[in-house]
């Protein structure tokens, strides 16, 4: 039988255990064998040496990374119990410290994976930025946050939100309602980010002076966008035609963040991404970069990194199923194949 006691410092046991100890019964039930108590600033674990010791090394873990990200989110908890990976490299350690944007209520955006920091980094080097990558990323967020972080330090003088109105195409005349009510439900996404980020009455303020503006790409045609911070969203689900509009609409001072999941295209068979074509043609001009986030950049429910995993593997084997049985892939497969790889 062992017993270890921890002593807790420098870190608010609050944010460590979670609201109801959420976070430390997470421990708990990773080591079912062992007794786990908190009490002020001591935790006493007592069982078999082996299982202690485990729950030891995981409870530090949870407490370095609460020490030196000040936040410890519950996903990153479950993470920690499944396999013991420390969702934040290493090499994260400069951009962990640095907050993008105060939200509501004080709450401290940061980011979260190595892949959102360089996504920070391309876009103080570059004016247009594309960020690829599966859903639960963080690519819109992250984006919404640095167009946010730049108007509050007066570098823009406005934020213009767009993304394809309807996935599969922009035509709105058959849902019920006003422009408005048709089109609110595609942009709410972006809604919601900047909730996180604006004051209620402030961000009431801004869309009324339209210092920030949700609208739907189509709308972007014939204007010149300056001195301000745009963001395409969900352009995987753009034309070439539609992304070359957006893109030639950048003011001299303008900078732009692209986002897009290759995996989930949702346009007609024959119509290729023009998100796809956008990277493969522009990626070498100077000033426009891509970043490209992968599973391991999920900061969704654990379970969505399971889920990526299981159509990245169903995906895998249909390829080869294909390819055993016809010597080729069928044209919306293997158009869905080429945009995986790339």
Do not use: C
């Not at 204007?223 to 035609?241: C, F, H, K, P, V």
């Not at 992968?294 to 080869?320: N, P, Y």
Request: charged share 30%; glycine share 8%.
């Amino acid at each position: 039988m062992s017993e270890i006691i921890l002593t807790i410092e420098d870190v608010d046991p609050l944010e460590l255990y979670g609201e109801n100890d959420i976070k430390l019964n997470l421990l708990r039930k990773a080591f079912p064998d062992i007794s786990i108590t908190a009490r002020g600033s001591n935790l006493k674990l007592i069982g078999e040496k082996k299982f202690t010791q485990g729950a030891k090394g995981k409870f530090e873990q949870m407490v370095r990374l609460l020490r030196e990200r000040k936040a410890l989110p519950i996903q990153v908890v479950e993470e920690i119990m499944l396999d013991g990976a420390i969702p934040f490299t290493p090499h994260l350690n400069d951009a962990a410290g640095k907050v993008l944007v105060h939200g509501t209520d004080g709450r401290i955006i940061r980011v979260k994976t190595l892949n959102q920091k360089k996504l920070v980094d391309a876009s103080e080097h570059n004016d247009v930025v594309f960020a690829v990558g599966p859903a639960g990323t963080g690519k819109t967020y992250t984006a919404v946050a640095l167009a946010v972080r730049a108007l509050k330090n007066r570098l823009v003088k406005k934020i213009i939100l767009t993304r394809p109105a309807v996935e599969a195409g922009e035509s709105l005349g058959y849902l019920p309602g006003d422009l408005k009510e048709k089109i609110d439900p595609y942009l709410r996404p972006l809604y919601d980010a900047l909730d996180d980020m604006i004051p209620a009455d402030k961000l009431k303020f801004f869309m009324e002076t339209r210092v920030i503006e949700i609208a739907p790409l189509a709308y972007m045609r014939g204007r010149t966008l300056d001195n301000a911070y745009i963001i395409l969203d969900e352009a995987q689900n753009t034309s070439s035609l539609q992304i070359k509009m957006f893109l030639t609409r950048l003011g001299p001072t303008a900078k732009a963040i692209i986002t897009g999941d290759l995996t989930q295209i949702d346009l007609p068979r024959n119509t290729k991404s023009g998100l796809r074509k956008a990277i493969d043609i522009l990626r070498d001009i100077e000033g426009i970069t891509v970043i490209r986030l992968g599973v391991e950049d999920v900061v969704r429910h654990r379970l969505v990194k399971e889920v990526i995993k299981a159509f990245e593997r169903d995906s895998e084997q249909q390829r080869d199923q294909w390819e055993e049985g016809h010597g080729r892939l069928p044209y919306h497969r293997g158009r869905q194949a080429r945009d995986e790889e790339e």
